[in-house]
Each structure stands twice: as structure tokens, then as C-alpha cells.
């Protein structure tokens, strides 16, 4: 148990749908992180909070829309994606960003677009 | 160029063999943070160590060490005796101050895939 939970676990969608991914973390850290991890690429950051305030956004496409209401749950809200974008989707959080500071991960969300 | 090299895509050995994972980083930065994640089947990534740049003492915690050498830029995790459970995803992570010096940034390599069969 590493204190960051994400749901759903599996996700399959099609290219006109809109979910979103959830992530708690229980660990009372004040940074959290989006990262994409497809087959055969190093690991992608994608946003990061810090107490909730969003401090990076690595040139990601807008279908991918982030969303982080406190510093214990942050959101990836997904619209109109498309099939590159399958891959697993892992948050992590930690306690600030200094350089220090482990990062805790969740178990990932496996997304599938058709 | 790869800030983080992990050279070695995949390694299979035979259990209680010892493995030598590779990791080499490039930075201009004098602080800067290195790390070791196990990403095992079911996806998570766990957090196994952890050095700073001016910290060169090599660290053993049970079967695993680790060899940090600035000299080589190289920061390689051996695994002694290894186990079946050993089995995962590992990967190296350099961590360095954004521009502006406050906010740091994890780029991880792009892992070795351990298999230890029995």
C-alpha cells in the first residue's frame, strides 16, 4: 500500500467519449503528478501541482485537461482522444518539489482507446 | 541526448545469480538527485533509493547496492543472489532544478526489464 490510489484501474473509451481519472493520495503530500508511460518510452511528465496551484504542463494536448480541487485528489479529465494516446496513466504525489523528496505512485490507470 | 541511459533494455538470469543494472545521467547541474524505482507486474512504481550529488558513499540494504561515481556519471544498482520476486521494471530518475531553482523536475530513464527464472 503506498497511500496513492487511482480508479479506474481499466478504462477502454472510444474516440468521442469523455472520462476522467481520479487519484487520491493519503500520504498528506502538497505535490502531485501526471505521468503517461507507453510501451518502449521513458516515463512522460504531464502536469504537476504544488498546493494545488498547477506548475508544469509539458506541452500536452488539450484533450487532456487536469484538474486538482486540494492537495489529496487531482484529476485527468479525457475528451476526444485518440488511439496513440492508449497507455498507462500514473499519478504520484510528494511531499513538495524539492529535489529530495521520493515520489509515491499509484498503481496506474490502463487506458484503451478504440 | 538521453539525460538518463539506461543501456540495457532487457536481462534474464537464472535465480541466485548476481545482475548489474546500468544507469548513466547527464547534468551541468552541481545538486541534483538520483534515484531507483522497481515497477513490478501489477504497475506501481516503488521507490528503492535515493542519493544526492554530493553523497559518493555507496549504500547496501540487504541484497541490493548501489555504486554512485560522479567520475562516470554512472549510479548502477546490483541486485546479490537474486529471486524470483526480483522480477520488475527498473528504473533510474535524475532529478534537477527547473530554471527557475526552486521547483525540480524527475526525468527517469527508460528502464531495464529484469527476468529471474528459476
Known amino acids: 500500500e503506498t497511500g496513492v490510489t487511482q480508479t479506474p484501474r481499466h478504462l477502454v473509451m472510444g474516440m468521442t467519449n469523455k472520462k476522467s481519472l481520479k487519484c487520491e493520495q493519503h500520504?498528506?503530500?502538497?505535490?502531485m503528478y501526471w505521468y503517461k508511460q507507453s510501451a518502449k518510452k521513458p516515463l512522460e511528465l504531464m502536469f504537476v501541482y504544488n498546493f494545488k496551484e498547477q506548475t508544469e504542463n509539458n506541452s500536452v494536448p488539450s484533450r487532456f485537461s487536469p484538474e486538482c480541487p486540494n492537495s489529496s485528489h487531482l484529476f485527468l479529465h479525457l475528451h476526444t482522444l485518440q488511439p496513440e494516446d492508449s497507455a498507462l496513466y500514473l499519478c504520484?504525489?510528494?511531499?513538495?518539489?524539492?529535489?529530495?523528496?521520493?515520489?509515491?505512485f499509484g498503481p496506474g490507470t490502463r487506458l484503451t482507446v478504440l | 541526448a538521453q539525460k538518463v541511459t539506461q543501456a540495457q533494455t532487457e536481462i534474464s538470469v537464472v535465480e541466485k545469480e548476481d545482475v548489474t543494472l546500468d544507469c548513466v545521467y547527464e547534468?551541468?547541474?552541481?545538486?541534483?538527485?538520483l534515484f531507483w524505482y522497481k515497477q513490478p507486474p501489477s504497475g506501481e512504481l516503488v521507490f528503492l533509493i535515493r542519493?544526492?550529488?554530493?553523497?559518493?558513499q555507496n549504500e547496501i540494504s540487504g541484497r541490493y547496492s548501489w555504486n554512485f561515481q560522479k567520475s562516470t556519471s554512472s549510479f548502477n544498482f546490483t541486485i546479490t543472489a537474486s529471486q524470483v520476486v526480483d522480477s520488475a521494471v527498473y528504473f533510474c530518475?535524475?532529478?534537477?532544478?527547473?530554471?527557475?531553482?526552486?521547483?525540480?523536475?524527475?526525468?527517469f530513464g527508460k528502464g531495464t526489464l529484469l527476468t529471474v527464472n528459476p
Open positions: 504520484a504525489s510528494s511531499q513538495d518539489r524539492g529535489g529530495w523528496n521520493e515520489q509515491f
Open positions: 500520504l498528506g503530500h502538497n505535490a
Open positions: 542519493r544526492n550529488s554530493f553523497d559518493e
Open positions: 530518475a535524475l532529478s534537477e532544478a527547473d530554471s527557475g531553482g526552486s521547483n525540480y523536475k524527475l526525468t
Open positions: 547534468t551541468r547541474d552541481t545538486t541534483y538527485y
